[in-house]
C-alpha cells in the first residue's frame, strides 16, 4: 500500500478506483490491511510493533459487505470534503455529519459511533495517513515546559514563558499546523503523571538541566506520542520516560517507544525506538533508601500481567528481565508520588539528577 | 467560622488552640463543619447552595475520634510545611510524604489516600478556605481563548495568541499566581466539549464574536469553576454556558451556577449565579430543524435523572420546568454534535450568532 502523505490525493485515487470498477462493470472492491494481532509482528530492526502485509477485500456485491463498503464510501467522501472546506472536526461530529436515513427505506447509513470509528481507522490503515491529516481530531491532554519555540497557525508560542500551565499539545501537531521554530534543550522528559509534570515545572526543572518537560497525563494521546516523535527524530534529542514502577507505567513506556498494537500502522510516526527509560523502578526502593510504607503490593492482576509482560519481545532485553523479576519477587509496585516521602524536591534535586548524570536507564 | 484569606494564619490558631488545650489539660477539639446533605441549603438571596452552620467536633480523648484527630494534626502540619517552603504539591503526594509507620508500633498513620482526601476538605472547610491556598493541586483540564491576557508567575501570557491549543486553565487561578490584564472581550462562552471548543476555536468564533471561548472538557475542574466565577465577577464579563440537551448537561450548568453539594463551602467562589444557559435544548430540534435521526432515545437513568432534577429548587424556573417537560415528552436527548448533521460550520455561523443576537437563554 502506499503511503499517502497527501491524504486527498488518496481519497480521490480510492474513489476513482471504485468508479472505474462500476463502470466496467466489475464488483467494486477496497483492499485493507487487516488490523489483528495476527497481522502484527515486531520489527527487530526498527524497534517497531509492525503491521504486516495482509490484506483483506471489501467488496460490494458481498451482502456481507454491503453496508460496510456504503459506509466506507460515506467517510472517505465526508473526508475529502473536510480537507476541500480547510476545516478540522471531531469523530463524533464524522458519526453525526453521516447520520441519516437512506431515501425511500427505513435505514439509517450509521446507528452509533462505533461503527463509523472503525471504518475511520480503515481508511487511514489503507490510505497509511494519520487520522490528524483526515482534519480529524483526536482527543488531547500533554502539556510541555522549556527552551522550545513553535508556531502554531501563525502564531508564535515560547513554551518556556508559559507560566505554570505550559504549552497545551494540541490534538494536531503535525508540521502543517507545528513548526519548531527555535530549541536549545538537551533532552526531552516525559512524565506519566500531571501532578509530578507541575511539581516539576515549579521547579523550572527545565531550567536547570535544560530540557523539556512533557506529561501525557497518563497513557499519552497520539498528539503527543507525535509530538515525542517528531522532537527525537527532527531535533535529535534524548527521550527520557519517567513513569510508575507498574505494569500500567511500563505499558506507557512500551507505547511511546515501539507503538501500540491497536495503530501498529502508525508506528513509526507515534513510536520513538530510542526512548530510555528513567525510572521508577522497584530497583529504586534500595537504591534512594525509600521506606517500606510507600510500596504498594502487587494484586493478581498486577502478576499476571508482569508474567505476560516478560514474554513480550520488547521486555526481552536483561535489565528488563531482571526488574521484571525484581518486581515480582519483592510483591510490590510503586508510584511517582512515593518519592515524596523523601521531601516534596527530592525528584527533582535529588532522584532524577542522579539518575541523568550516571545515565542510570532501561533500555 | 471565620474565613481565613491568610490560610496559613488559620493552621497557626488551629494548632495553638490544640497547644492551649493541652496545656490547660483540657481535651483538644477541632470543631468542623459538617459537609453532609442534613447541612445543605439552597440560598434564594445569593443563588448559591451554601453549608448550613452545624458543627461537629473532633476531639482527641474520644476512641473513635483519636486516628482521625491524628491525621488531622498531620495534614495540617503538612500543608503549613509546604506554605512556608512556597511550593505545590497534589493530594497524593501528601499521603506519600505523611504515610510512615508511628515508632515502637506497628500502626501507619495513613493506610490509604481515602483517608488523607477527606482529611483535607475537612481542613479546608474549617479554614474556609480553598484547597489552592493551601498549596495543594486540583487536576486541571481546561482551555481558553480570546481577548485576554494574563499574567502568571512573571510570564505574560495573550489568550489571543495561543495557536490551536488555547491557554491551558491551571489547577490554581488565584489572584496570587493569575494576574488578569487585560481583557476587551464582551462574553465568555463557555463550552462542555473540547472537540466543539476546538471546531470553534479554529473558525475564531471568538474573534468574530469579540468574546472568550473556554472549556471544562466535561464537568469543570475547580480550577476552570474558579477561573468562571473571576471572569464574572472582577471583569464583569456575562457567562454563557453551551452544553448537551442531557441530564448530565444541564448537571453540569447546575454546577457551574450555584456549586455543587459536595464544595458548597466554596460556593461563592466556585460558583456563578448570573451565568445563563444558551443550549442545546430539545426545543431546539424544532427551532433549527433537526434531522430526527441525531437525536437519542433517553434510557431508564436519564429518565429517573431528569424527574429528580425537576425537583431541585434550582430548576424550578418555569422555562426549565418547561425544558425538562419537553424532554421527558420528547424521549429524546440530543448532544452538540447534532448539530453538524446541518453542516461543520452550522454551530459558529448560525446556531450560536442567532441565540446570542435573540438572548435566547434558560436561566
Given at each position: 500500500m502506499a503511503r499517502h502523505d497527501d491524504p486527498k490525493g488518496g481519497l480521490q485515487d480510492l474513489g476513482r478506483r471504485v468508479v472505474k470498477d462500476i463502470l466496467a462493470e466489475k464488483n467494486p472492491d477496497v483492499p485493507l490491511p487487516i488490523r489483528t494481532l495476527a497481522n502484527i509482528y515486531f520489527d527487530e530492526k526498527s524497534g517497531l510493533v509492525k503491521l504486516g502485509d495482509k490484506v483483506s477485500h471489501r467488496t460490494y456485491l458481498n451482502i456481507a459487505h454491503t453496508r460496510k463498503f456504503m459506509q466506507t464510501m460515506l467517510v472517505a467522501a465526508e473526508c475529502k470534503k473536510i480537507i476541500d472546506q480547510n476545516v478540522t472536526t471531531s469523530i463524533r461530529d464524522l458519526y453525526y455529519a453521516l447520520k441519516h436515513t437512506i431515501p425511500q427505506t427505513?435505514?439509517?447509513?450509521?446507528?452509533?459511533?462505533a461503527e463509523s470509528d472503525p471504518i475511520l481507522e480503515d481508511i487511514e490503515a489503507a490510505m497509511d495517513t494519520l487520522r490528524e491529516r483526515l482534519h480529524l481530531q483526536a482527543d488531547r491532554k500533554g502539556y510541555l515546559a522549556g527552551p522550545l519555540a513553535i508556531r502554531d497557525t501563525g502564531d508564535m508560542i515560547d513554551a518556556?514563558?508559559?507560566?505554570?500551565?505550559g504549552w497545551a499539545i494540541p490534538s494536531n501537531v503535525e508540521p502543517e499546523i507545528i513548526?519548531?521554530?527555535d530549541c536549545t534543550a538537551d533532552f526531552v522528559l516525559v512524565i506519566e503523571k500531571d501532578a509530578v509534570w507541575q511539581r516539576l515545572n515549579e521547579d523550572k526543572f527545565w531550567r536547570k538541566h535544560n530540557c523539556l518537560i512533557l506529561t501525557g497525563?497518563?497513557?499519552?494521546?497520539r498528539g503527543t506520542r507525535r509530538l515525542i516523535n517528531r522532537l527525537h527524530t527532527e531535533l535529535k534529542l534524548p527521550i527520557y520516560v519517567l513513569a510508575d514502577a507498574d505494569p500500567w507505567g511500563y505499558y506507557i513506556y512500551s507505547v511511546i517507544k515501539q507503538g501500540s498494537i491497536n495503530l501498529s500502522f502508525l508506528s513509526d510516526r507515534?513510536?520513538?525506538?530510542?526512548a530510555k527509560y528513567i525510572g521508577l523502578t522497584t530497583q529504586d526502593v534500595k537504591t534512594f533508601k525509600l521506606?517500606?510504607?510507600v510500596t504498594i503490593k502487587m494484586n493478581q492482576g498486577d502478576i499476571k500481567r508482569t508474567n505476560e509482560m516478560m514474554n513480550y519481545v520488547w521486555f526481552k532485553p536483561a535489565p528488563w528481565q531482571k526488574e521484571l523479576t525484581h518486581m515480582l519477587e519483592a510483591g510490590h509496585k510503586l508510584e511517582l508520588?512515593?518519592?515524596?516521602?523523601?521531601?516534596?524536591k527530592f525528584i527533582s534535586e535529588t532522584y532524577l539528577p542522579q539518575k541523568i548524570k550516571g545515565k542510570d536507564f532501561l533500555p
Open positions: 427505513q435505514e439509517n447509513t450509521f446507528e452509533e459511533q518556556a514563558r508559559m507560566g505554570s500551565s513548526e519548531f521554530k497525563k497518563g497513557q499519552p494521546a507515534l513510536g520513538t525506538p530510542d521506606p517500606s510504607q508520588e512515593a518519592l515524596s516521602s523523601k521531601g516534596i
